[in-house]
């Protein structure tokens, strides 16, 4: 069943869905491009139906908006006892931003799940 996404908080003002997501290697460090996608597959099992998925990042600033972001929250519901994908697609300059990226899951408040990346290089503005 597709999940269903309540609560959202996004520095692009949009996130990308998929079923059958396939990540090709298993890394903590990722080197900085723009279409980079990176993140986590996991199977949530629970008698609860709703959890959050949180990315903490460094400072991204979207320059359309003006508003600054440090971390990207969703709010799923029908997405227990099932494999779940979280990632983050980077396209735009702006959001390439070395550093400590850290995703969590998160039910009742309680973090059940936590993954970090750290994303090394420079981009040539």
Wanted: glycine share 8%; with cysteine; aromatic share 14%.
């Amino acid at each position: 069943m597709k999940s269903v996404t309540n609560f959202r908080l996004s520095p692009t003002g949009y996130y990308f869905g998929a079923d059958d997501l396939i990540f090709s290697e298993k890394v903590d460090r990722v080197k900085l491009k723009r279409g980079l996608v990176f993140g986590i597959a996991y199977s949530l099992k629970s008698n609860q139906d709703a959890f959050l998925c949180r990315i903490i990042h460094p400072m991204l600033v979207n320059p359309t908006t003006g508003k600054a972001y440090k971390e990207t929250i969703e709010e799923k519901y029908r997405s227990t006892n099932g494999l779940n994908f979280d990632y983050y697609r980077t396209e735009h300059t702006w959001e390439m931003i070395a550093g400590e990226w850290v995703f969590q899951i998160e039910q009742s408040g309680k973090v059940l799940l936590e993954k970090s990346f750290e994303l090394y290089g420079s981009l040539l503005l």
